[in-house]
T-cell receptor
């Protein structure tokens, strides 16, 4: 499969803790995007990191990208119950096929 | 600005029937993509349209087709429905073609095939 793999598949933490999820992909990319999905609804774009960037911040989100290892991580700091959702990484390969990772299901316990 | 809208939100069809789903992108967005989401296969790319032309296509059988109109609205059609076509179908729009732009997703159409 050309899909990215995300790790862990599921994560459960206490409110206020940090959550880290990882994504690995298989092809060369121009950029990598992270999305959030709440309970079977549409996806919401969180952050985009370009292939020449190593780290990017947006509010409580921190994304890293290691193109040599074909991997990315998403860190959510000071988690809140409202962060409970599934998180997906997404890439487009050189053939313009768009792929989503398998997703990490995050549960933040109040 | 209104978001991406998809109609209908829920649909129940019988095996062998066909179905048409509709997507209205954000005003000014010219690229529309479709995805199928199932518990087993996850999110899979169906196709992408830009300026009324299909630009990219995923690995789905020919029963899955789509089109885009001059106002950028898009429809996807699934013919001869199978039980395995039961899924959440998501439409996403972006300003232009290419992966440098974020996609805005609609709420999805949940299709159940019985």
């Amino acid at each position: 499969s050309q899909q990215g793999e995300e790790d862990p598949q599921a994560l459960s933490i206490q409110e206020g803790e940090n959550a880290t999820m990882n994504c690995s992909y298989k092809t060369s990319i121009n950029n990598l995007q992270w999305y959030r999905q709440n309970s079977g609804r549409g996806l919401v774009h969180l952050i985009l990191i370009r292939s020449n960037e190593r780290e990017k911040h947006s509010g409580r989100l921190r994304v890293t990208l290691d193109t040599s290892k074909k991997s990315s991580s998403l860190l959510i700091t000071a988690s809140r119950a409202a962060d409970t959702a599934s998180y997906f990484c997404a890439t487009r390969d050189t053939g313009n096929q768009f792929y989503f990772g398998t997703g990490t299901s995050l549960t933040v316990i109040p | 600005k209104a978001g991406v809208t998809q109609t209908p939100r829920y649909l129940i069809k019988t095996r062998g029937q066909q179905v048409t789903l509709s997507c209205s992108p954000i005003s000014g967005h010219r690229s529309v993509s479709w995805y199928q989401q199932t518990p087993g296969q996850g999110l899979q790319f169906l196709f992408e349209y830009f300026s009324e032309t299909q630009r990219n296509k995923g690995n789905f059988p020919g029963r899955f087709s789509g089109r885009q109109f001059s106002n950028s609205r898009s429809e996807m059609n699934v013919s001869t429905l199978e039980l395995g076509d039961s899924a959440l179908y998501l439409c996403a729009s972006s300003l232009v073609l290419g992966d440098s732009y974020e996609q805005y997703f609609g709420p999805g159409t949940r299709l159940t095939v019985t």
